[in-house]
């Protein structure tokens, strides 16, 4: 099911501790021209952890292209990462390295029309 946002933040990973490495679901975003993914880490625990993510994007929802650098963290941050939309569907990957790691992490977006 198609999700849209013109004014406020929808979730594309809800706040919870990870400790392996997933994506999100695939977020329809035809109608926008860009999107901003805010990522907020909580809670880092673990020897030397190290969240990776990134973005992806598809004109299927099904094969998955990288359209960002990776975006390494250590430790409770916050980022904003702004991507010009030039497919329909968008998503997040992350990866999860250390020892016994867990983050605690939440991915939210806005559409811009």
Not at 31 to 49: C, K, L, N
């Amino acid at each position: 099911m198609p999700i849209h946002s013109t004014s406020s933040e929808l979730s594309a990973a809800s706040l919870l501790a990870r400790t392996a490495a997933g994506t999100s679901s695939w977020l329809n975003v035809s109608r926008y021209e860009q999107v901003h993914f805010y990522v907020e880490v909580t809670v880092v625990a673990g020897t030397s952890p190290v969240l990776t993510l990134w973005i992806e994007d598809s004109p299927d929802a099904t094969t998955a292209f990288p359209i960002t650098a990776e975006y390494a963290m250590t430790a409770a941050t916050t980022l904003r990462i702004p991507i010009a939309v030039s497919a329909t569907y968008l998503r997040i990957r992350w990866e999860i390295s250390g020892t016994t790691p867990s983050f605690t992490f939440q991915v939210t977006y806005i559409g811009k029309t």
